[in-house]
């Protein structure tokens, strides 16, 4: 009986050890010189040290750690950690020394740390695409094309990309492609080698001023009503509306009228003077050269909803080198319903620079910004072209502003 006793009690005092261990705050035993006894004292939490322990008429006294030092976790120590010192070479620093935390350092954009160096992320060969892009912690995760994708560039960031469809664009499978290279098209149907540019910069920032600020119904008919010369006919009015948002029908409504009138000494002016804005903006940024891989970081970084790599591909397929940047533009603004082109590209400008775009790239999107705020005749034909329309049409774009 008593050793059955005895078992218990021991039972009993491993369960009040083991409670007493989850206890928050966390305990020590500690002996106290007055009653000369073991006590249990709390413990002192990060970010302090353990200045006096605790007796049995006080609780255990910490203070703050000093700068530049620090404790992460709950302890009996008497002093606190000194900080790391400053970043390696390569490293920058990713979380400042403070009472709870030691420095935190990282290496640099485009490496990784490997037994305390940081190495350069591993790039892709051709054949070759990122499933898992390098991070500060781990290197790039290269995988072998599978069927239908291609890589052909030596790449950290890129993905393998899939084969162009050369039957949706209306064209010819002339070469099969493999895992480094991609379908080869070829057709000779005119209309599927043109690049197609539906609207362009020029013509945006020159009608946006156009364009109702707040819904107006049936703008369009107003507007197809109050132009002067040769209308544009129902057929074609009842199409705009059917493929279009409402910034783009106006945008697509005046093209046309534009094209049906181009005699008029008027619009010949207008066109002459679009003219020479295109020639303008093809030079700022017609020969940028971007690479597929700038083109897909370019588009992501636009707001709204993205252009996607089909379209990217199937772009760079049908334009020319100079017309790939300008026809993107385009599908992104058709995409997103009613959003300005030019604010667009501001906004990606500033979502731009942790990629190390190529400072002519960057130049170049600049200055055709720039340009396109700042070209005075805009404001000159937008007062004549509203006279031209008439009263009722003036009234009605006051009335939505």
Not at 193 to 218: S, W
Request: glycine share 4%.
């Amino acid at each position: 009986m008593n050793k059955w006793l005895c078992c218990s009690l021991l039972v009993l005092l491993d369960i009040i050890e083991w409670t007493t261990q989850e206890s928050f705050p966390p305990k020590y035993h500690h002996y106290d010189a007055e009653t000369r006894r073991q006590i249990l004292c709390d413990k002192c939490s990060p970010g302090t040290y353990l200045k006096q322990h605790c007796t049995a008429r006080r609780k255990t006294l910490c203070v703050p750690c000093p700068d530049h030092s620090y404790t992460d976790s709950w302890h009996t120590s008497d002093e606190c950690v000194y900080c790391s010192p400053v970043c390696k070479e390569l490293q920058s620093v990713k979380q400042e020394c403070n009472r709870t935390h030691n420095r935190v350092c990282e290496c640099e954009e485009g490496r990784y740390l490997e037994l305390e160096f940081c190495l350069k992320h591993r790039s892709c060969p051709p054949g070759f695409g990122v499933v898992q892009a390098g991070t500060p912690e781990r290197n790039t995760v290269c995988k072998r094309c599978p069927d239908g994708f291609f890589s052909n560039e030596t790449s950290s960031k890129a993905p393998c990309r899939k084969h162009t469809n050369c039957s949706a664009l209306g064209l010819l499978l002339i070469q099969r492609g493999n895992g480094s290279h991609d379908n080869v098209c070829s057709g000779n149907r005119e209309a599927t080698q043109k690049c197609g540019i539906d609207v362009t910069l020029c013509e945006e920032a020159f009608f946006r001023f156009a364009v109702p600020t707040k819904f107006t119904p049936n703008w369009l008919s107003v507007l197809v009503d109050n132009l002067p010369g040769a209308k544009v006919n129902a057929e074609s009015v009842e199409r705009i509306k059917r493929r279009h948002s409402s910034q783009e029908q106006t945008f697509q409504l005046l093209k046309i009228w534009k094209h049906q009138n181009k005699d008029q000494e008027m619009v010949k002016k207008i066109i002459q003077d679009i003219d020479l804005c295109e020639s303008n903006v093809q030079r700022h940024i017609g020969h940028a050269n971007l690479t597929a891989e700038q083109l897909y970081v370019l588009m992501e970084s636009l707001p709204g909803k993205k252009v996607g790599p089909e379209d990217i591909e199937r772009t760079r397929k049908t334009c020319k080198p100079s017309e790939q940047l300008l026809k993107l533009l385009s599908l992104w603004r058709i995409k997103n319903g009613d959003q300005d082109t030019l604010k667009g590209l501001m906004y990606a400008l500033k979502h731009l620079k942790p990629y190390h775009f190529p400072k002519t790239v960057t130049h170049s999107l600049k200055k055709t910004i720039r340009f396109l705020h700042s070209f005075t005749m805009y404001r000159l034909y937008q007062k004549l072209f509203l006279e031209m329309i008439g009263n009722r049409v003036q009234s009605v774009k006051i009335s939505c502003l």
